[in-house]
């Protein structure tokens, strides 16, 4: 089973595009049906024996699910030239696994989406890219980049043809599906 999850504050352009590449024993989740706090750094995770967040929210639901997924496939929109602050605030949350190895053998991958160019977009990529390879070296999981579209609100099920053909979609989804299934 993997797990797709929404990084947007809204169901729009990732949230239609997961649902369009997911399979059917796949689980979609989005962030902005979720309440999560913020990381309160009592570092509680890193003490207790299960290496347990004890905040008592919708990051549970996110944990119990990551524990039963191979492949953790995220979608985010690119905000103020990062990841939407509601994802960044979930990657927060993982600092349970920073003190165990319950991401090793797991496969963080992620598809950005921005409105920019893409001649405009690469330095960004790149800084997300360097983000999440840096969190590898201490959360064990496994990291693969693997679209970054560029055309701001053309995802939706509706507008999806005014930037891209039929074709040149299909081919893009075929690629993604097959590198989450490789
Ligand atoms: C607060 C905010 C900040 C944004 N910052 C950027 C940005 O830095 N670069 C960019 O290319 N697009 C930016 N965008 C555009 C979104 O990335 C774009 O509309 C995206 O397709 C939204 O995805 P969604 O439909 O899944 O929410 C921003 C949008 C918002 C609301």
Redesign the pocket.
């Known amino acids: 089973m993997n797990l797709y999850i929404?990084?947007?504050?809204?169901?729009?352009?990732?949230?239609?595009?997961l649902k369009r590449i997911k399979e059917n024993e796949d689980v979609l989740i989005s962030l902005d049906d979720l309440n999560i706090k913020w990381c309160l750094g009592c570092n509680a995770c890193q003490q207790n024996e299960s290496n347990a967040c004890i905040v008592n929210d919708d990051m549970q639901k996110i944990y119990n699910l990551i524990e039963k997924s191979d492949n953790i496939i995220i979608?985010?929109?690119?905000?103020?030239?990062?990841i939407?602050g509601i994802l960044k605030n979930v990657i927060d949350r993982f600092n349970p696994y920073c003190a165990s190895e319950k991401l090793k053998g797991k496969k963080i991958m992620l598809i950005?989406?921005?409105?920019?160019e893409e001649e405009?977009?690469q330095e960004?990529v790149d800084k997300i890219n360097d983000y999440f390879k840096s969190l590898t070296e201490f959360m064990y999981f496994d990291f693969e980049y693997l679209y970054n579209?560029?055309?701001?609100?053309?995802?939706?099920v509706d507008d999806i043809n005014k930037t891209y053909s039929d074709e040149q979609l299909q081919k893009i989804i075929n690629n993604i599906k097959n590198k989450i299934n490789m």
């Open positions: 929404s990084g947007s504050n809204r169901k729009h352009n990732s949230y239609n595009f979608m985010s929109p690119i905000y103020m030239n990062f939407t950005t989406v921005g409105q920019m405009d977009q960004v579209f560029t055309s701001g609100d053309i995802i939706d």
